[in-house]
Every structure is written in structure tokens, then in C-alpha cells.
């Protein structure tokens, strides 16, 4: 089954207001937020963010891995949709175990 959109937006949005404590609570996270312009995380927050994402989501989201594949422009302009996208395709993709034995 896909994994929600909604639901991980709602999730990284709760997991963001725990990481920056200063967001306006009436401020609505979106799909276009951006971390660096919007929401002006810093790298302390980037690695709070990712310990959360790993215990929320386990192994399966490698959050490390995806940014490191960003190059600096991209990751200047990484938006909250994005990450929402990584996870949704992390969570509905068969862990690599799965996918090794199913090549066999």
C-alpha cells in the first residue's frame, strides 16, 4: 500500500515543531515549506531532524544518504515535500534484503 502523503506531512511537521520550538504554531508546514529559507534550519537541527526520522521510520529512511546526494544548490532549496516524497518512495520501496532474494 502507498504510503500517505498527508500522514508523513503531518508527522515530519510535528517532528519539525520538536526540532525548532521557535516555529509559530499558526505557521502551516507545507509541501513548499523550505527547510533554510522558511524555517531556517541549522545544521544542529538537520541532525536532530535525522535521529528522529530514524526512530520513527527505522533502516528504511536513510535520510543521510539522500542529502548526501544533493548537491549545494539543491540542497539550499530542499523543501519539505521533498523529504515527504524520499520517504514515501523509502517506505513503499521492499527493504533491500526482500529485494536481493526476489533478483535471485
Not at 511537521?13 to 521557535?22: F, T
Not at 538537520?46 to 535521529?51: C, M, W
Not at 523543501?79 to 515527504?84: N, S, T
Request: no cysteine; aromatic share 4%.
Amino acid at each position: 500500500m502507498p504510503a500517505d502523503h498527508d500522514t508523513i506531512l503531518t508527522e515530519i511537521s510535528q517532528m519539525l515543531r520538536a526540532v525548532l520550538p521557535g516555529i509559530d504554531p499558526d505557521e502551516e508546514i507545507t509541501m513548499d515549506t523550505s527547510f533554510r529559507d522558511d524555517l531556517e534550519m541549522e545544521s544542529i537541527d538537520v541532525i536532530s531532524l535525522a535521529g528522529r526520522l530514524q526512530a520513527r521510520y527505522g533502516d528504511s529512511v536513510n535520510f543521510a544518504q539522500f542529502v548526501a546526494g544533493l548537491d549545494v544548490d539543491s540542497l539550499r532549496a530542499l523543501r519539505v515535500g521533498e523529504l515527504v516524497e524520499h520517504i514515501s518512495a523509502a517506505l513503499d520501496s521492499p527493504p533491500a534484503s526482500v529485494a536481493q532474494v526476489a533478483g535471485q
